[in-house]
């Protein structure tokens, strides 16, 4: 398909166009209309003044005893309207076929050898135009006679014409007023929208608290104004998480290496036994332990926020995990001297990726054994309810501070960074968490209070 020519692709064009088009159709529908009725009904007259001048031919004429037909003088002379050129002809045939009576003020029909009498009446051609003529038999004292008579078209013809000039007349007045005026009221409509993509134009990442500006241009205006001012709004926020994001991010990158530098050049100064270049390189590693970690975090994080994070779909029962993870972490809830439990008493089925759930649940047995005091107990149980599976991990301890109770999901948010840093951890557990139950159609609950806290992953059973 050929695309609109430049010129006609605009919205006001285009409106214009078929504003015009429209009035041009029920103009010309209309002045059809008009001009056809005022014909036929122009033509109706005629024939009704051509049969009446019929009517008064026979009602005037006398037959002698010789069968001669005759007028008395003058019988055209009280119907004949010359008004604007018209005039009449009348004449009166007998049976053998010979004019006999003729008068009248325009030029003859041509002469018919033999007139029939005809049913209505008909346009006939002469030397000065048109007429309409008629012919009918009339019977005066046994007599049978023919009278023909014609009436002149053309006052008739000049005011159909007249008419129809003016409808062109009117047709295109209309047109071009219907057409300047669409195009400026398209104008007057459309500018806003004009404005508002300018100013859109001006809008860059730097600008983006910016919003298009109130102005009053109608509802449909009103609405799309609002939409891309929520979208500019949902930017800003995107945008400013993401600056955050990678300023922490820059941040905790920056503490283990600073740490690394330190511990090194602290190892460097002066010589040393073995045994503390061992305890400097050990701690060299800790860090390095710590910055694959975070950089592992950080990856994981960025491709599940990517969407590449390619969750399989299998049967998992997060009871069986939860076990799995309680063995694993043993050895850490050990080192504090705290009891570690799993109860899981019935399957807790769902459908989702089991390395992803694994590592959650990791996540949280880690937290509750970080932040749990010395000796107490962490205890991992899950179960379902309500048509839910569920695990859930809870630890003894001082609870979490109602504020910090939303926050702690967020990415490197701690309620105490140092003592979080101490422990190993990165700030990106509970966020990490957060993503996975819901990429799995879940959520994570959070009961905190004086006794401790309790993190619950509730995902669909299936
Ligand atoms: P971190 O690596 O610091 O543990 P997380 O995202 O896992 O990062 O947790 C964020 C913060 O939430 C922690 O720094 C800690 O202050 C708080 N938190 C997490 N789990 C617990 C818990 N079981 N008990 C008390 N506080 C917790």
């Known amino acids: 398909m050929t695309p609109f020519p430049l010129r006609f692709r605009t919205l006001r064009t285009r409106v214009t166009l ?5 009035i041009t159709l029920c103009l010309l529908a209309y002045s ?60 009166i045939w007998n049976v053998a076929g010979e004019r006999v009576l003729a008068t009248g003020t325009i030029d003859p029909p041509p002469v018919a050898a033999r007139p029939e009498a005809s049913r209505g009446a008909q346009s006939m051609e002469v030397e000065g135009g048109y007429v309409r003529v008629m012919t009918e038999s009339v019977n005066v004292k046994d007599s049978r006679f023919l009278v023909r008579a014609a009436v002149s078209e053309a006052p008739s013809r000049r005011q159909v014409r007249k008419l129809w000039l003016e409808l062109a007349g009117i047709t295109a007045t209309v047109l071009v007023l219907g057409g300047l005026g669409g195009y400026a009221l398209a104008r007057r409509l459309l500018g806003p929208l004009g404005r508002m993509a300018e100013h859109a134009r001006r809008i860059t990442a730097e600008q983006l608290h910016e919003r298009l500006l109130e102005e009053r241009s109608g509802a449909e205006l009103d609405q799309l104004r609002e939409a891309f001012n929520d979208t500019l709004a949902r930017l800003e926020r995107s945008f400013g998480e993401l600056r955050r994001f990678t300023a922490d991010a820059s941040h905790e990158l920056r503490t283990p290496l600073t740490a690394l530098r330190s511990v090194g050049e ?38 599940a926020e990517a969407g590449q994070a390619n969750l399989r779909k299998e049967p998992v029962d997060l009871g069986a995990v939860g076990a799995e993870v309680v063995e694993r972490l043993a050895v850490l809830a050990e080192e504090r001297g705290q009891r570690l439990e799993c109860r899981a008493e019935e399957p807790a089925l769902v459908r989702g990726d089991r ?12 937290n509750a054994i970080k932040y749990a005091p010395d000796g107490s107990c962490v205890l991992v149980a899950a179960g379902t309810r309500a048509g839910r599976a569920f695990v859930e991990v809870r630890n003894e301890g001082p609870g979490i501070a ?42 994570v ?18």
């Open 402 to 443: 109602a504020e910090h109770r939303e926050r702690i999901f967020e990415r490197f948010y701690r309620v105490d960074a140092g003592r979080s840093r101490e422990m190993g951890g990165t700030g990106l557990g509970l966020s990490l968490v957060k993503w996975t139950a819901e990429a799995h159609g879940g959520s």
């Open 32 to 91: 059809a209309a008009v001009g056809l009725t005022f014909e036929s009904h122009i033509e109706a007259e005629l024939d009704r003044r051509v049969h009446e001048d019929i009517e008064l031919a026979g009602r005037a004429l006398l037959v002698d005893e010789a069968g001669r037909p005759s007028w008395p003088g003058g019988i055209l002379g009280k119907n004949v309207d010359e008004e604007e050129g018209g005039g009449h002809w009348i004449e």
């Open 18 to 22: 078929w504003y015009g088009a429209i």
């Open 266 to 303: 602290v190892g460097l100064r002066g010589a040393r036994s073995n045994d503390d270049y061992r305890e400097v390189i050990g701690t060299m590693l800790e860090e390095v332990d710590r910055l694959s970690r975070l950089a592992d975090e950080l990856l994981t994080l960025s491709r």
């Open 445 to 462: 609950e959070l009961d905190t209070g004086e006794g401790g806290s309790t993190f619950r992953l509730v995902l669909p059973a299936g």
């Open 355 to 366: 390395l992803a759930l694994r590592q959650a649940l990791m996540n949280l047995v880690d």
